[in-house]
């Protein structure tokens, strides 16, 4: 840390998946964050932001989850690091809705017996990592370079979108992951389905619906050769992750003629789309493993597709 | 002054709704010095003007103030009646009590009393009116048109057809446009070629054309009937007057891979060449930033084989001055290109659909290319990135087009039109292919045209799906076309060999800094603006200057064809009379006061406003006063407002009738 300047820090706000079926990607964070030297506060007593089910069932009970959280992390100096992407979503989407519909505004108000901080900067990890650390640095601050992994970046459907709210990158031609990749050393491959959805929001009603998407994104990233994804949201994580045993038995070998076989003779030494299993990690999981954070710390012990052989494969274990 | 004539009019119920016409008459009828006051239902009719001339004889009067709309509307109607009445014109003044009384209140007392008021201060402005003489100015018969697409070159033929002498000026070393890119056209499929290279001849050949290609416009000083223009000639490197067009040059230049602009970039040209075989003129052009010779001095391939030893590296730029009486600004469109972001654009790009990443994704432009006899593939329709035939093609309309949300809001006018073209082009050569159109709707308002969309649907079998694209991505060697279709419901997958979008039209490049150098006005998109949409739609806000084709917003070929030949005409109209004669209400000096700060300089718009030496019978010099040029000066009166002497008045406006007229109140 250069004398004089000020060493960044933030409050934290982990979101329930972080402290649960995500948690490695909670403690990477705080890993990476202390590997980076930056200062990173809990907010005390935060709850649920309400995620996915609330605003489908109550727009007001939604805003006012939200509003509470931003509230009570006034209390911690420095902007808001959030990690999870539907917790970034729901979070920038009620100060941009609070903020437009002053009507509303008084109503949440009155829910949650104050004012609503519209007002506190709330940033994506990855942000805060691209802009505010900045890409520069954090290729300095690299000890172990990702050097040969051929990293899938996954964006999903809620980082970008819609435009006006997260306001984290191009909604169309995002590149922050990218970026980011390339500042670890790795190779992040040219891939169509950065961009689509998982189907999260079905994960329990509609499985089939999930499988099939969450089929479409692994496929397309073994197509563009990558060795593994890289995402930003524990229920993107969820879906990629867990499920790759359920879509294998309920999709079977990939169809060769539905992909054609361009890429995959080039990339795959000859061979078709595989099967392969692909590791799905999280940018902070990725980014501490660069910094030489021992890996016992990340979490990979508490994932189902096991990224350990791959890693060694590569040399970075 | 003391017999006016106040005519209140009701402009059908538009004002009496509002305004107690009968009253305000009656009120006019009593100021001191109104001979006569009357209202009628439509002043501005037959028999309201009859009225009024009747009233002037009848009455004697010496002045006229009619109570009705906004000048700019009826003033010349009644100044012309009043002048048949035999009254000088500027003696005819009219009150507004439509735009300023009747249509913004609602309280018809107050809006009455209003309009008495109104009516009261402008008699004040006619008694003290004094008769004007308009102002003549010579005309220069010589026309300057902008730009050689097919909206300059009808223009400058029609012009140059009429006896008067026309100076065509193209930017790109060859004239020709759009259209000479177009493969057919619609609705009758007719060779582009085979229409627009005669006429391009034809401008070549004509003894009345000067034509300057490779050249831009670098000034424009005068006004109406005396412009002087400057026009910068670009350094070709070739000596046109020495050039054969044997075209040796073109077939020995050893750099032969640099993307060809005229095929959008997908056929290839040398670095001295011409755009395309049929250019007019057909004199080569050194492109100096890929040339050799000019990047390290060791070449001189062309020089060595030229014959006639045109080609000259030394070459540099020229300036010439032309004085010419009208301007006709015909410098067209640009396609809108999805992946280049420039500076500045409203634009924001489409980074979902992976034009500029994906080769099988093109423009509507680069199709027309491939589907041209004289394109990169001999008219066969080749996808870029294998050069395959295309079985499957999808063609997505309104792209940058009619989206608010990504910048532009207005119709191209033409995509959906040449999109049934392609279908039906790519139809034709491709018999077992298959078209898809995605579609927001068909907009066919022209001769023949919905027949011929019609047919491209029922007849030619392209499958139209009403929807948008959300995305498209490769697939092994397809791309994957995502969109929905909105009348069945439901999300379409279409896997295509190649996809044709239709961008937006958008004015060239530059079209701002051009405006602002012929002192015209343009729109937020930087279309230029006519001076009415219905009843001028030719003409700009600045005199003798006149809109031909897309520059003024989308258009296809006949409405451009159409347009530059009522530019012609315009012009031709301005060159039938020896002398202009100009609205007298214009600035003048009193040179006695003046003192010479030109304040008035400084604030005038049109660069009207002149330095003039006053000098004794010795020859000295006495003071430096302000002059007003009469036949620039466009009549605002700012230079009154900020003349600190008071020596600057706009007749028709001076500061004895503006006193006049707030001393009534």
Redesign the interface.
């Known amino acids: 840390m250069t004398p004089g300047k000020k060493r960044l820090s933030y409050s934290y706000y982990p979101g329930c998946s972080l402290h649960a079926s995500g948690r490695e990607y909670d403690i990477s964070t705080r890993a990476l964050f202390k590997a980076l030297n930056v200062g990173l506060k809990e907010v005390p007593d935060w709850f649920c932001c309400g995620a996915t089910p609330a605003h489908n069932v109550d727009e007001l009970l939604s805003l006012s989850l939200c509003a509470k959280n931003l509230s009570l992390a006034e209390e911690v100096e420095g902007d808001l690091a959030v990690a999870c992407a539907a917790c970034f979503s729901r979070l920038k989407t009620t100060q941009h809705h609070l903020k437009e519909d002053d009507s509303k505004r008084k109503q949440v108000e009155v829910a949650i017996d104050g004012p609503a901080a519209l007002n506190k900067p709330v940033k994506h990890i990855m942000e805060i990592l691209a802009r505010e650390y900045g890409l520069a640095k954090l290729e300095e601050s690299v000890k172990k370079p990702l050097l040969g992994l051929k990293v899938a970046p996954y964006y999903g459907c809620l980082l970008t979108r819609p435009p006006e709210v997260p306001e984290l990158d191009d909604c169309e031609d995002p590149s922050i992951m990218e970026d980011l990749l390339r500042a670890l050393g790795a190779e992040p491959v040219k891939w169509s389905h950065r961009m689509e959805c998982c189907g999260a929001n079905f994960t329990l009603s509609r499985p089939g619906v999930v499988l099939k998407l969450s089929n479409a994104i692994l496929e397309s990233a073994r197509i563009a050769g990558a060795d593994c994804i890289m995402v930003a949201c524990p229920l993107c994580h969820g879906n990629l992750d867990i499920r790759q045993k359920e879509i294998k038995e309920a999709y079977g070998a990939p169809d060769s003629t539905l992909f054609g076989n361009i890429f995959g003779s080039e990339l795959h030494g000859g061979s078709a789309p595989d099967q392969r299993d692909l590791p799905i990690f999280y940018v902070t999981q990725l980014a501490a493993l660069a910094m030489g954070v021992a890996s016992e710390s990340l979490g990979f012990e508490s994932v189902i597709t096991d990224p350990k052989p791959l890693l060694r494969d590569k040399q970075l274990l | 002054m003391s017999r006016i004539g106040v005519f209140v009019c009701h402009c059908g119920e538009n004002i009496s709704r509002t305004v107690d016409v009968e009253q305000v008459a009656k009120a006019a009828g009593e100021i001191p010095g109104v001979a006569y006051s009357c209202d009628y239902k439509y002043m501005c009719s037959d028999p309201g003007q009859t009225l009024l001339k009747k009233a002037v004889a009848e009455h004697k009067l010496d002045g006229v103030l009619v109570a009705a709309c906004s000048p700019r509307m009826h003033e010349k109607t009644f100044r012309k009646a009043a002048e048949a009445a035999g009254l000088n014109p500027y003696l005819c003044e009219m009150a507004n009590i439509r735009e300023h009384c009747s249509w913004v209140h609602e309280d018809r007392d107050m809006a009455t009393a209003k309009a008495k008021d109104i009516v009261k201060l402008m008699v004040e402005r006619v008694r003290k009116g004094k008769s004007l003489a308009p102002i003549t100015v010579p005309v220069t018969k010589r026309a300057l048109v902008i730009g050689g697409g097919i909206a300059g070159i009808q223009a400058a033929l029609d012009v140059a057809d009429a006896g008067h002498q026309v100076v065509l000026v193209e930017r790109d070393p060859s004239i020709g446009g759009h259209m000479a890119q177009l493969s057919e056209t619609f609705p009758t499929l007719d060779c582009s070629q085979c229409i627009m290279t005669p006429k391009m001849v034809d401008v070549a050949n004509h003894p009345n054309i000067t034509l300057y290609t490779y050249s831009e416009i670098e000034k424009v000083d005068g006004y109406i009937g005396n412009f002087q223009v400057t026009v910068k000639h670009k350094a070709r490197s070739v000596d046109e007057s020495k050039c054969t067009g044997c075209g040796v040059c073109m077939t020995k230049c050893p750099k032969k891979k640099i993307p060809n602009e005229f095929d959008q970039g997908h056929g290839m040209r040398p670095a001295i060449y011409v755009p395309f075989p049929q250019a007019v003129p057909n004199t080569p052009v050194i492109d100096r930033e890929n040339c050799t010779m000019f990047q390290s001095g060791k070449c001189g391939v062309c020089a060595k084989v030229c014959g006639p030893g045109a080609v000259d590296y030394e070459q540099k730029d020229t300036l010439t001055v032309e004085d010419v009486g009208a301007i006709v600004v015909a410098t067209g469109f640009k396609l809108y290109t999805i992946d280049r972001k420039p500076e500045g654009s409203p634009i924001?790009?489409?980074?979902?659909f992976g034009y500029g990443?994906i080769p099988d994704i093109i423009d509507g432009m680069t199709f027309e290319r491939l589907a041209s006899a004289s394109g990169p593939t001999g008219g066969k329709i080749l996808r870029p990135s294998d050069g395959k035939e295309p079985k499957q093609v999808v063609f997505i309309q309104c792209v940058g087009s009619r989206a608010r949300e990504k910048g532009i809001s207005y119709c191209s006018k033409v995509c959906c039109m040449y999109t049934a073209k392609h279908t039906m082009l790519y139809h034709h050569k491709v018999h077992d292919g298959q078209a898809y159109v995605f579609f927001m709707d068909a907009r066919t308002p022209g001769k023949g045209y919905d027949e011929f969309w019609r047919r491209a649907v029922e007849e030619e079998e392209a499958v139209y799906i009403r929807g948008m694209v959300s995305r498209m991505?490769?697939?092994?060697?397809?791309i994957?076309v995502m969109g929905s279709d909105i009348q069945v419901g439901t999300q379409v997958e279409i896997e295509a060999d190649l996809v044709v979008l239709a961008t937006a039209v958008q004015p060239q490049d530059g079209a701002d800094l051009l405006a602002q150098k012929l002192g015209i006005s343009y729109d937020k998109y930087n279309f230029y603006s006519e001076a009415h949409a219905k009843l001028k739609p030719v003409e700009c806000a600045t005199a003798g200057i006149y809109l031909a084709g897309a520059c003024q917003g989308p258009k296809d070929i006949p409405d451009t064809v159409s347009q530059a030949s009522a530019a012609a005409a315009k012009v031709m109209t301005l060159f039938a009379k020896d002398k202009l004669e100009r609205d007298p209400v214009v600035a003048k000096v009193n040179e006695k006061y003046c003192v010479g700060c030109f304040a008035c300089k400084k604030v005038c718009a049109y660069g009207a406003i002149e330095e003039k030496e006053i000098r004794d019978r010795q020859g000295n010099l006495v003071k430096k006063v302000a002059y007003v040029n009469p036949g620039v000066c466009g009549g605002c009166g700012t230079c009154q407002a900020t003349c600190p002497s008071k020596s600057i008045e706009l007749d028709g406006y001076t500061d004895e009738q503006i006193m006049a007229m707030i001393e009534a109140l």
């Open positions: 924001q790009g489409y980074g979902e990443t991505y490769q697939r092994g060697d397809k994957v």
